[in-house]
């Protein structure tokens, strides 16, 4: 297989910012606000009327988009199926024809941003996870086949009008996160991944799901750093995903893992953004200048589905945009 490399990390938020309690008093969350900001949320972004999932991506891919260079795929990664189209309900409504749910909004980014060789591929079942998982295939489409040289992965969700922003417990934003995966040297080499589904949890309750969490975690943890050949005590960083900051303290001790390497930073400011977290944490630490060339950086995360994705990446000596 060809080394891959991971670049080019970009994110976007929701237009509009509440704290824990504006959210509490307004009917955005189930639980108490005390409760949240205990487990390290302060606020959290959602996207105003006017604000689309479809924005967001735009708004992430703009950020890198004098980087881009020749893209011939992409990988658009939803959580909420509607997010994956710019459906026209009304015209279908009235015509009875199909083609207007079927208003890829792929296509549109494609078209919008010059992609004009690119593919498109979309990921929809992954939940959270997603963002790994195009990252995944990214890589795959790379080693299989010889005319891919760069992909542009990305996510958007945005939480329709009237939706709780509370997910077992997280506090949830509305955001979109893009980076590109290429065989070019680029700031990170992709090391080594794994990924589990568990379609008999796909509806379980949120107790359930927080108590499937760390079984699950550990042994999709575990399976990556096996096929990378590493130990725990390789991993410089874990770009974290922002959920409930006391369970990665029961993680990280369950992995016999340093909790000081758990780097969620964005957590109190950004809450968990869907599948975007990895992202967000990844950028702040290369803002930070927090990874050095040769470190190992875990990415993880845990979504519906039920779905467990881990990813390994090695800081390379490339300058990263």
Known sequence: MADVYVDNLSYSLGDRQFTVAQSAAEGRIVSDAAQLTDCGFRCHHVCSESESSYTLACDAVQNIAAD?????????????PANASISEIQEYKETGDVKHLMNYAGSHLQAEFGLVEAQVFGIGQQACTGMIGSLRLAQMLINS????????????????????????????????????????????????????????????????????????SHLVITKALAKAKLSVADIAWVAAQNTNAKAWQILASLLKLDHKKVFHATLPDIGHMISGDNIANLLSMEKQRMVQAGDKVLLFMAGFGLNWQCLILEKTNVRTH
């Open 68 to 80: 881009l260079g020749r893209v011939e795929a992409i990988v658009y990664s939803t959580c909420i």
């Open 145 to 216: 086949d010889s005319e891919i040289d760069r992909v542009l992965c990305l996510t958007a969700d945005r939480f329709p009008a009237g939706a709780l922003y509370e997910q077992a417990y997280n506090l949830i934003s509305d955001g979109a996160a893009a980076c590109t995966v290429s065989r070019a040297p680029g700031a990170y080499k992709i090391i080594a991944s794994h990924a589990i589904t568990n379609g008999a949890m796909a509806a379980a309750s949120d107790e359930e799901t927080v108590g499937s969490f760390f079984t699950y």
